[in-house]
């Protein structure tokens, strides 16, 4: 008897860039999907049973309406796209008895002071931390913090809203700024996110990103990004990201390790993480890990086994099918997350033809349009678009995308 195909419910927040990689990764693997998301759709009339609206703040209430939702139509795996997403999809798992994160270890890792608590408590090397209340004096906390500090939101991403100090008047300004962010409609978190943000030890060193997977609890390293441009503040925009890492073997076996061991002081035992982390002569310290894969459009970077893309492994590790290899490419490959010059309107951008043909370049999307809003960190989230690159060697792609982007020029009002 022919089995049926696997139906699997992705939940796609509305500013996700990862719509079509996700999609066109179900169709390669003949998955049919389910996608939810926010805002209900023009087309959800036409395709209720493809499409569904969610809110994605309300987890119980997500889990309820799947729950009436797979009485129907039976659903054999939920993925998370994007941090917005990872709590509810373990809220709906645990509803539907799917092999998942727990919904404390999904929390745990959303919420940065739970993540901080829980990591330093299991003696994962962490900045030190200190939660201040948004109501209180920031004057006051500013005479008792050490310097440099950073000041960070609870739960925002992409580097929203995250803020180094270096004396009290510094901090007190970024405390207000923080503020105001958290005022913003589309930042307003909620729950104690909305009363207070961390303080922490500014952390010097250089970064590093791991992709990984999780599989019955156990981590699979699937890619290690060096950051070759350095992340001293006051903001912390992310640009080039490369892989394989430079840092000597050993140090990179113990930044895994570090990272193995955050991943249980969490309880994450299943799906993809996205970990930062920053080493300097006192090890590795880790900033983050997320239960999700690498954001923007940074996974069109890896490639593995015969050509699999990051979310065909993803999606086949949800539904429980064996996974090909978990080995990536050989060769190096890297993007730029394009940084954003200064605030204004998008007027145009030129070069981009020229920096595509820059040896090694693979592609340049540009992802903002003429005429949109372009808002620099600490307040903005976007990019203006990305660049990848391959080559032999990780130098040669660092190079190829300094070069290439080298020739863009935004024209911004
Ligand atoms: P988000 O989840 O918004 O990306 P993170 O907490 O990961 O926020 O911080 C974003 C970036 O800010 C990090 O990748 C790092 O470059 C910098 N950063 C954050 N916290 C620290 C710290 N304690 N010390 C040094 N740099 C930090």
Known sequence: MPTSPSRLLLLLPTTTYRTEAFVDAASKLGVDLVCASERPSSLQALVPESLVTLDFKDPGASAETIARFARRRPIDAVVAVDDLTTVVAAAISERLGLKANSLPAAAAARDKLTMRRSLASAGVPVPRFRLVELADDPAEHAEAVEYPCVLKPLTLSASRGVIRAN??????AAFRRISAILEQGDAAPVGEARRALLVEEFVPGREVALEGLLVGGTLHVLALFDKPDPLDGPFFEETIYVTPSRLPGPLQDRIAAVARDACSALGLTEGP???EL????????????????IGGLCARTLRFGTGLSLEELILCHALGRPLESLERERRAAGVMMIPIPRGGRLVGVRGAEEAAAVDAIEEVAITMHPGQEVVPLPEGWQYLGFIFARAETSAAVEGALREAHARLHFEIE
Do not use: C, T
């Not at 920053?278 to 894969?293: C, H, K, Q, T, Y």
């Open 278 to 293: 920053r080493i300097n002569d006192r090890g590795p310290f880790v900033l983050e890990v997320a239960a999700r894969s």
């Open 273 to 275: 993480i996205h970990a």
């Open 167 to 172: 004396d009290a008047r510094e901090f007190v």
